[in-house]
């Protein structure tokens, strides 16, 4: 049974029940208030850049794999005329560089050694930046989506084509060893026999490989569980039925129909969970500054947000159990380098994976998820950046988000955060079924 998932999880601190309780208790309904707001159900994205892995890219033509895009009347306009240009942090330095002016005080704040060591690392961040593939929000094929109205559920994508994503996610971009069979059915590739070497395979790797995989495995785990969660029931003339199937998430999950390998993959959520909250958990003094604001042109409303925001992030710094990234290329300085170049590529290269997605409403959530984590990774790879910002008060900000950034990331949580939630729906529901 899945519900074996308990206990201490594999290179944290933390536990699954720690998780649960601060997850489902706690954060989860602040998160689903604030993923309502005007400012995070908009997100611009451009849905049709061709693949750029292969030329035979089918698209899948369900009905349920739509997307439809905002028209123009629908988004605010605060969002639609200053949304892509960071104005928050345009007007933030505007106003931060008059203040400086008058005060006459040009980074007196800063020492020589930090103004130093903050150019080398804006040069890191610049290549921190990329971790995945921004869309241009200025291409004509770039468009709003309003999230809420384009829910991530079952669309029925599957078979070859949603493998072949899958298993070029997994085979070229997981470090996996070439020793390892390349299996010719994907349904095969990750249990049974392969599935044991593989792991025996990644028990060798370094913590931070393995760290990598299972952010994947745990993103698959949390696309496949709202699919099982939001699937679709029944369809007729009149209505359509959406909810819970309970067999389906077995046959995905349970300890015994997967050979072992479901309740590996929901630990693997877990960790998604952590290392996603904990980069929400060091960005708060972004947010702190006093010029900081959350714009669609409505001040009233948009200082209340800035307020749930804050709070949001207070309470993921106060979770107890935070995962310590120092664990993480705490290696010689060189080896730590490149293999975080290593790993900053192989995400990228995920990121492009994306817009290969044969399903348009697929393509969308991937592209966001992928978007939000490769922005959690860039946070907690710009620890020293972001700990400057309290003491650039008076200057341009050290570290900076764009909105797109800031909005995929806090809805790729609210997406991991959901599964996290609906784990215990399934858990009652398979109750009353045994
Ligand atoms: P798949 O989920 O396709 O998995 C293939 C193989 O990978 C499995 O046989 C198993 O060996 C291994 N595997 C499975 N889970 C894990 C894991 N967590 N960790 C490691 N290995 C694993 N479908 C929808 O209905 N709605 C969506 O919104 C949706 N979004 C998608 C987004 C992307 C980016 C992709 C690639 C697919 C998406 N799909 C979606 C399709 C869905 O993920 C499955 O591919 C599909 O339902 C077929 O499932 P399957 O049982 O064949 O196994």
Redesign the pocket.
């Given at each position: 049974c899945f519900c074996q998932v308990t206990g201490s999880l594999d290179d944290c601190a933390c536990d699954v029940e720690t998780i649960d309780a601060f997850n489902n208790e706690k954060l989860f309904p602040k998160l689903q208030t604030l993923l309502q707001s005007d400012y995070f159900r908009f997100y611009k994205v451009n849905l049709n850049k061709p693949c750029p892995f292969w030329k035979d890219n089918r698209l899948c033509g369900q009905k349920n794999c739509a997307v439809i895009p905002c028209t123009p009347n629908e988004v605010p306009d605060g969002i639609k005329t200053n949304g892509h240009h960071n104005k928050y942090l345009e007007e933030a330095n505007k106003e931060e560089c008059e203040r400086t002016e008058k005060l006459g005080a040009v980074d007196r704040s800063l020492s020589e050694e930090t103004k130093v060591s903050l150019r080398e690392w804006n040069k890191h961040d610049d290549e921190a930046e990329r971790f995945c593939v921004i869309d241009n929000e200025e291409s004509p094929d770039s468009q709003y989506v309003d999230l809420l109205l384009n829910p991530?559920?079952?669309?029925?994508?599957?078979g070859p084509e949603?493998?072949q994503?899958?298993n070029s996610i997994?085979e070229e971009n997981c470090f996996k060893p070439y020793t390892v069979k390349r299996p010719l059915n994907?349904?095969?590739?990750?249990?049974g026999t392969d599935g044991k070497l593989f792991y025996s395979w990644l028990e060798g790797q370094c913590v931070e490989k393995r760290a990598f995989f299972r952010l994947v495995?745990g993103l698959?785990?949390s696309?496949?569980i709202?699919?099982s969660a939001r699937y679709l029931l029944d369809e007729n003339w009149s209505e359509t039925k959406w909810g819970h199937n309970v067999s389906e998430f077995q046959q995905?999950f349970d300890a015994h129909l997967t050979k072992g390998e479901g309740p590996k993959?929901l630990r693997?959520l877990y960790f998604l969970y952590l290392i996603e909250l904990r980069a929400l958990s060091k960005i708060l003094p972004l947010f702190q500054r006093p010029s900081f604001q959350l714009y669609t042109g409505q001040p009233a409303q948009d200082q209340q947000l800035k307020l749930k925001l804050l709070e949001l992030l207070q309470l993921a710094k106060s979770f107890p159990l935070h995962f310590d990234e120092t664990s993480l290329f705490a290696g010689n300085k060189e080896e730590a380098a490149s293999l975080k170049e290593d790993l900053r590529l192989t995400f990228f290269n995920i990121s492009r994976i994306?817009d290969c997605?044969g399903?348009f409403?697929?393509r969308l959530?991937?592209k966001l998820q992928t978007q939000g984590l490769g922005t959690a990774l860039k946070i907690l790879f710009s620890e020293r950046l972001i700990e400057a910002l309290p003491r650039s008060i008076n200057t341009n900000p050290t570290f900076q988000l764009s909105r797109q950034e800031l909005v995929s990331l806090l809805n790729a949580f609210g997406r991991i955060s959901t599964s996290i939630r609906e784990l215990e729906n399934f858990r009652s529901l398979l109750s009353k079924v045994r």
């Open positions: 991530e559920r079952f669309t029925g994508y599957k949603a493998w994503i899958w997994y994907p349904m095969v590739s990750y249990s495995s698959h785990s696309i496949n709202h699919l995905r993959r693997n994306m997605v399903c409403k697929c959530w991937g």
